[in-house]
């Protein structure tokens, strides 16, 4: 058997050289409301700012950066709830100049992907393939076609140069924040905890890494507690669509030791932060990055006196279920 891959702070470190030039540094500001509510200082990490609307762009492009020009001209292929997919459309775009051509994307999300997640794929030069039910068997059927194809398959997750990616955030996070005590991170896939856990807890051994899911699909929850991962999980109805589904591997055996435990949130507190954080913060959040803000506001999280960031991951949110979000939880 392969020894585990493994992802360093040295790692992460060679891995923002490479997306530097591409992402923006997002800013970390201070939450007066939050801060209030829970009685401690906390500050939202705007990932929803990032270039694509999301933080998946940081991974994509420490992958296909350093992907070989052959492995490259083989063509793309990669499964997505709609923000790695975006990201990954754009690290193609972007990085066309470096290489002889321009490289094939190919992108399949589920079926009950986000609207408006497909819509602005549409925008990118990639193709777009809705097939799967949920996003576990978008993947499957990702994988299949990607062996088919003599194509790469290029995980959300599942990669140590995309998890090295993904932890730039957290070198954000310490270089603007001095002693944060606490870092909020929704999970799904878990390529994004990992990566700041592994950062977070190399600069500071005493920063706590907490990660949010929510109730219909708590697969790092169940990996955490049973000790063995779930890779797939049947997610239910829930609107935090890039959080649903398994747990990967990869980011099992590298967070599990780091981090300070995973929170499942109820779906109606989701709801009830998007539209928070719309009221108070005037932040436009998809359900995967509202949640970060979630135990804040309901008192799940116990942080009193400490220093916080949440990881505000994503804002593409359908209009319409704003909406619906908004006026269900009245004026």
Request: aromatic residues 6%; negative net charge; charged residues 20%.
């Amino acid at each position: 058997m392969e020894p585990t891959p493994t992802v360093t702070l040295a790692d992460v470190l060679a891995a923002r050289q490479v997306v530097a030039p591409f992402i923006w540094h997002t800013p970390l500001e201070y939450s007066a409301g939050l801060s209030r509510g829970a009685e401690a200082e906390v500050y939202l990490k705007l990932e929803c700012w990032q270039r694509t609307g999301s933080f998946k762009v940081r991974g994509a492009l420490a992958k296909l950066a350093t992907l070989p020009p052959k492995e490259a001209a083989r063509g793309i292929v990669t499964a997505s709830a709609g923000n790695h997919g975006l990201g990954v459309a754009y690290a193609g775009q972007v990085l066309a100049g470096r290489r002889a051509g321009r490289v094939g994307v190919t992108i399949f999300v589920p079926e009950n992907a986000s609207a408006a997640k497909v819509r602005r794929l549409a925008a990118f030069s990639c193709q777009v393939r809705q097939a799967g039910a949920d996003y576990d068997q978008c993947h499957a059927l990702a994988e299949a076609y990607a062996r088919e194809q003599d194509a790469v398959y290029l995980s959300a997750y599942d990669d140590p140069a995309v998890i090295a990616g993904q932890g730039t955030v957290g070198l954000e996070i310490v270089q603007d924040l001095a002693g944060a005590d606490v870092i909020v991170v929704p999970v799904g896939g878990g390529g994004l905890i990992a990566g700041i856990a592994v950062v977070a807890r190399a600069v500071n051994p005493d920063v706590r890494v907490v990660g949010v899911q929510p109730e219909a699909s708590p697969s790092a929850f169940l990996s955490l507690r049973d000790g063995r991962v779930y890779e797939t999980y049947d997610a239910g109805p829930t609107i935090c669509d890039g959080l649903a589904g398994g747990f990967g591997r990869l980011p099992f055996e590298i967070a599990g030791p780091l981090l300070d435990g995973v929170l499942v949130v109820p779906e109606a507190d989701v709801r009830r932060a998007v539209a928070w954080l719309l009221a108070h913060e005037q932040l436009v959040v998809e359900g995967s990055a509202a949640i970060a803000a979630a135990p804040l506001l309901n008192g799940q999280l116990a942080s009193g006196g400490q220093k916080v960031v949440a990881v505000l991951t994503g804002r593409n949110l359908d209009a319409g279920l704003l909406q619906t979000i908004l006026a269900e939880q009245g004026p």
